[in-house]
């Protein structure tokens, strides 16, 4: 039986500094409800590595009328980490 590594969602890891939010308030909250949807389905799928690896990530997506907000803190056994903890405790590269 093979484990597939999974794949880390792309809102993750994307810099959102330069996207643009939705033209209109249905658009903008059903980006939101998506985005924050594939981070909440990755964590969730992954959940008990990331407690056996000590990981917890807190992500939240959200749009106003001229900007995107985007926050994912990453925290290894209480101090602060990134992206690549999250990876290594996966085994994805």
């Given amino acids: 039986m093979s484990q597939e590594t999974p794949n880390i969602p792309e809102i993750l890891t994307a810099n959102t500094y330069f996207w643009s939010p939705g033209g209109s308030a249905s658009s903008r909250r059903s980006n939101e409800k998506r985005r924050n949807g594939e981070g ?36 290894r056994n209480g101090k602060r980490s990134n992206i690549t903890a999250v990876r290594k405790a996966l085994g994805t590269s």
Wanted: glycine fraction near 6%; hydrophobic fraction near 35%.
């Fill in 40 to 75: 909440a389905h990755f964590i969730a799928a992954n959940q008990g590595d990331l407690n056996a690896a000590g990981i917890e990530i807190d992500f939240s997506y959200s749009e106003s009328c001229r900007n995107v907000y985007k926050t994912c803190k990453i925290t």
